[in-house]
């Protein structure tokens, strides 16, 4: 029997996509802050600490699983939307943040856990836990200013997180090995290996314009990739904007580094 609401879904649209989570009576759906689109009559709104789960129930149990969100950079609170009708089933949409592709996760078929960005989950049925997950190293956080945490999700219902640009879904076999940009890397499942490493090459690293660190992945799992992460989408619209002011800029480089490092 499953501890997660059983909720269905229908994700609508190519680049800027929105899933519509459908609610039998009784039904609840969390989701991030603002990424509620609209949802229909006799759905309740009712914000809440932590993420609803059986794991953060009583008090202190809500309190820890509220500052594990705040670790990992996110709000204090959550929103849990339910179906609060007699009869009938009733729908609620959430909208990406920005162009990309919504991602449906069966935790269920997934080994229980996947790490992802955590800027990356968007909502999950009731009953899946929201954590945090440190990376080995935090080299990288000290040097780029970026977060060394990403969130964990852990449980057996859906969930769905939100990717940049396309998603590209890569299934390693064991001791299979691939390096991605840090930012890049959207999810994986819980038995890939990961580690954050300096490129070993400052003239690359200064010049280059990919950064200074990349991740390590050890196969067996699965990972999925974006083609868009959201600092870069971010750091070319800034790029463009200051250049069209008659500023000097550039997305690579020192300037990207130092814009890194400022971020």
């Given at each position: 029997?499953?501890?997660?609401?059983?909720?269905?879904?229908?994700?609508?649209?190519?680049?800027?996509?929105?899933?519509?989570?459908?609610?039998?009576?009784?039904?609840?759906?969390?989701?991030?802050?603002?990424?509620?689109?609209?949802?229909?009559?006799?759905?309740?709104?009712?914000?809440?600490?932590?993420?609803?789960?059986q794991?953060?129930?009583?008090?202190?149990?809500?309190?820890?699983s509220?500052?594990?969100?705040?670790?990992?950079?996110?709000?204090?609170?959550?929103?849990?939307?339910?179906?609060?009708?007699?009869?009938?089933?009733?729908?609620?949409?959430?909208?990406?943040?920005?162009?990309?592709?919504?991602?449906?996760?069966?935790?269920?078929?997934?080994?229980?856990?996947?790490?992802?960005?955590?800027?990356?989950?968007?909502?999950?049925?009731?009953?899946?836990?929201?954590?945090?997950?440190?990376?080995?190293?935090?080299a990288?956080?000290?040097?780029?200013?970026?977060?060394?945490?990403?969130?964990?999700?852990?449980?057996?219902?859906?969930?769905?997180?939100?990717?940049?640009?396309?998603?590209?879904?890569?299934?390693?076999?064991?001791?299979?090995?691939?390096?991605?940009?840090?930012?890049?890397?959207?999810?994986?499942?819980?038995?890939?290996?990961?580690?954050?490493?300096?490129?070993?090459?400052?003239?690359?690293?200064?010049?280059?314009?990919?950064?200074?660190?990349f991740?390590?992945?050890?196969?067996?799992?699965?990972v999925?990739?974006?083609?868009?992460?959201?600092n870069?989408?971010?750091?070319?619209?800034?790029?463009?904007?200051?250049?069209?002011?008659?500023?000097?800029?550039?997305?690579?480089?020192?300037?990207?580094?130092i814009?890194?490092?400022?971020?």
């Open positions: 029997m499953k501890n997660a609401h059983e909720i269905d879904f229908r994700i609508y649209g190519e680049d800027m996509q929105f899933v519509e989570i459908e609610l039998d009576p009784g039904e609840s759906v969390i989701a991030e802050a603002g990424s509620l689109m609209m949802m229909e009559n006799d759905i309740q709104m009712e914000t809440i600490f932590g993420d609803g789960s794991a953060s129930s009583g008090l202190f149990g809500k309190l820890f509220a500052g594990k969100r705040l670790l990992s950079g996110e709000g204090l609170f959550m929103t849990l939307f339910t179906n609060t009708a007699i009869q009938g089933k009733r729908h609620v949409s959430f909208a990406a943040p920005y162009p990309g592709k919504i991602v449906p996760m069966d935790l269920a078929e997934l080994g229980g856990k996947i790490i992802c960005q955590k800027d990356a989950f968007l909502c999950a049925a009731k009953g899946v836990s929201v954590g945090i997950e440190f990376q080995q190293k935090m990288r956080k000290f040097f780029t200013g970026k977060s060394f945490i990403l969130q964990k999700l852990e449980g057996d219902g859906l969930a769905f997180i939100h990717s940049g640009g396309t998603i590209y879904k890569k299934v390693l076999f064991p001791d299979e090995i691939i390096r991605v940009d840090s930012g890049c890397l959207v999810a994986m499942t819980r038995n890939v290996q990961y580690q954050t490493e300096f490129v070993g090459d400052v003239k690359t690293a200064l010049f280059g314009g990919e950064g200074l660190f991740t390590t992945l050890r196969g067996p799992g699965t999925w990739i974006q083609s868009l992460p959201f870069r989408l971010v750091s070319r619209i800034f790029a463009q904007a200051a250049g069209e002011d008659g500023e000097k800029s550039s997305g690579s480089g020192i300037g990207g580094i814009g890194e490092i400022l971020d």
